[in-house]
């Protein structure tokens, strides 16, 4: 069995090639990508301070669901969503911040209420100024023969 880490790595790249994903999704750049059960912390305190810092794009695998959904955060542009919620909140230039200190939050939890949220608020929002979308990744992981 290949690693969901995998599949979402070369499946991502792949998506990458497509121009029409690259039309749907012109603001998905400087991205990090994860697998829906990677903790928070080793995403956002990890790999996206270590790689953008300035921010980017938050790519999240569901395996079972055979989707990404992607979630823009940092200087990019904000992370809509989470307000109100217990440990979560936004700095002044729109970086999310999750108090994980029991680090069991993952990032399909956090990606999952964020783009449901958003989705409501940003529908009629030019692609280009959206915060949140997701894909399909059927297509692409059949063409890979990775599932």
Not at 19 to 42: A, G, M, Y
Request: aromatic share 10%; glycine share 10%; charged share 25%.
């Amino acid at each position: 069995m290949v690693d969901p880490h995998t599949i979402a790595t070369f499946t991502f790249a792949h998506l990458r090639r497509d121009p029409r994903f690259r039309k749907k999704f012109p603001w998905v750049h400087h991205t990090v990508i994860c697998v829906d059960s990677d903790r928070v912390t080793d995403v956002l305190s990890g790999q996206m301070r270590l790689h953008f810092p300035e921010g980017g794009t938050i790519a999240c695998y569901f395996p079972e669901e055979h989707r990404f959904v992607f979630v823009r955060v940092g200087a990019y542009g904000q992370a809509r969503g989470g307000e109100g919620v217990p440990g979560w909140s936004y700095t002044d230039d729109g970086r999310l911040v999750i108090d994980d200190k029991g680090a069991t939050v993952t990032m399909g939890e956090v990606v999952k209420f964020i783009y449901d949220e958003s989705r409501r608020s940003s529908a009629g929002l030019p692609k280009s100024e959206r915060q949140t979308g997701s894909t399909s990744t059927r297509e692409a992981e059949r063409a890979l023969a990775l599932t």
